[in-house]
């Protein structure tokens, strides 16, 4: 980006102000009331830049906007694309923020949906995006000829009566092993008061990878999802 450079600038009660904004860096305008800080950032830098930016649009898109004056400035080059939140605008809730205030926050977001490589916070990993078929031939393949559990936590709700419904629903739909506070243990086995010692966490074994084909996998990490 180009240096921005401002000449003559005499809105208000600005004297012929000069400035130059290296990109790049935060600037920041200070000094006493009615010094022109409101004057320089608000009613000359920006307000040119929307001058222009509305100038961009075609003579009919042009017809249905207000009419912006040029601010008395003897030059300013170039103009970038700015955005302005004005100190006394009313904040929509706690959670506002420039960009939700500027309607940024949906292109942010897209952008970095797009760009941004998510990282697993525990393994330090990139992480993918992957169906149930890929996932299935990546675990075969990296844990050809050993044995393993494939898992999946759940939090139980409501005490001893929550987790005991939990458990007659996947005893049902065919899950006979669970892990409790990392110890693999039978269903019918595990007592309430542990899994409340536990947290209420516990890991449903979905498979176990050594005794699976790719298929039964697949299906496994699709239920869990």
């Known amino acids: 980006m180009l240096e921005t450079k401002l000449r ?28 022109g800080k409101s004057s320089l950032a608000m009613d000359t830098l920006y307000a040119e830049g929307q001058r222009r930016f509305v100038e961009s649009f075609s003579p009919y898109a042009r017809q249905f906007l ?6 008395p400035i003897d030059s300013l080059e ?20 420039v960009a939700t205030m500027a309607d940024l926050e949906p292109y942010l977001a897209a952008l970095f949906v797009r760009e941004a490589e998510p990282i697993c916070p525990e393994h330090r990993l990139p992480a993918r995006a992957l169906d149930a078929e ?13 044995r393993a559990l494939l898992t999946y936590p759940v939090r139980v709700h409501g ?3 929550g987790y005991l419904e939990v458990r007659d629903t996947l005893a049902r739909e065919g899950y006979r092993r669970l892990v409790v506070a990392g110890q693999a243990e039978d269903l019918d086995r595990v007592k309430p008061s542990s899994v409340m010692g536990a947290g209420g966490w516990v890991e449903w074994i979905a498979i176990g990878i050594g005794d699976a084909d790719e298929g039964w996998i697949s299906a496994r990490a699709e239920e869990s999802r």
């Open 8 to 35: 003559g600038a005499r809105t208000h009660n600005l004297a012929g102000v000069d400035l130059d904004l290296e990109p790049g860096q935060v600037v920041v305008l200070t000094g006493v009331s009615g010094a």
């Open 66 to 71: 207000e009419r912006l004056e040029r601010p």
């Open 78 to 97: 170039p103009v970038p694309a700015g955005i302005a939140v004005d100190r006394r605008a009313p904040v929509k809730s706690s959670r506002s923020t």
């Open 134 to 146: 890929s996932a299935a031939r990546g675990v075969l393949g990296e844990l050809a000829g050993r």
């Open 159 to 161: 005490g001893v009566e």
